[in-house]
């Protein structure tokens, strides 16, 4: 697992919680071969590839540019999904 703060509070990893907007969300690294998954309500506002939003990294497709997130990176929640 990782740790995960919202306004430098940690919260409790394996439960869901509400962000309000103009906070700051910190999700810390994962060892080799760990995930982590963050889910918004509406998805997140990326082109669709291949019928999905996630990023494929190893190959450069999806999600924002392609690329794992990085510090700083700034993701907007989709209005709604396209089905």
């Keep these: 697992s990782c ?9 409790a990893t394996w439960y869901s919680f509400k962000v309000e907007a ?5 999700v810390g690294s994962i060892g080799p071969g760990a995930r982590a998954y963050l889910c918004v309500h509406g998805g997140f506002d990326v082109p669709i590839v291949l019928g999905s939003r996630s990023t494929f990294v190893s190959s450069g497709w999806g999600g924002l540019e392609g690329r794992a997130l990085a510090s700083g990176d700034l993701l907007s929640a989709a209005s709604s999904i396209a089905r």
């Design 3 to 11: 740790q995960v703060v919202v306004d430098g509070f940690e919260m």
């Design 22 to 26: 103009g906070q700051r969300l910190h």
